[in-house]
Nanobody, 124 residues
Framework: QVQLVESGGGLVQAGDSLRLSCAAS????????MGWFRQAPGKEREFVAA????????YYADSVKGRFTISGDNGKNTVYLQMNSLKPEDTAVYYC?????????????????WGQGTQVTVSS
């Protein structure tokens, strides 16, 4: 089992920044990807960003490219999502997830473990 705990969400104004953290514990794997997804009320969960923990490749949704940065700290087993220039449409519950396997995945159903989520609200 893998446990994921997100933190760092909150209420901010448009244009502000936030940094989300996701600490992983439990089983370790040789090949995996850590991703961030978000879900707004009444909408499906959508991919935000992902990082290959072994190769370091990073992928972003078009809607966040240039504003969000995903990074990881191997020693702390923690993945971060730096969110800059936040917009009201970024408002959602943000989830951290782990995909066990080779390659980066951007589809939520392919991920194996999920955190409980952290709320991000951006006011205009």
């Amino acid at each position: 089992q893998v446990q994921l705990v997100e933190s760092g969400g909150g209420l901010v104004q448009a244009g502000d920044s936030l940094r989300l953290s996701c600490a992983a514990s439990g089983r370790t794997f040789s090949t995996y990807t850590m991703g961030w997804f978000r879900q707004a009320p009444g909408k499906e969960r959508e991919f935000v960003a992902a990082i290959s923990w072994t190769g370091g490749s990073k992928y972003y949704a078009d809607s966040v490219k240039g504003r969000f940065t995903i990074s990881g700290d191997n020693g702390k087993n923690t993945v971060y999502l730096q969110m800059n220039s936040l917009k009201p449409e970024d408002t959602a519950v943000y989830y951290c997830a782990v995909y066990i396997g080779i390659g980066v995945r951007t589809t939520a159903r392919t991920y194996d473990y999920w955190g409980q989520g952290t709320q991000v609200t951006v006011s205009s």
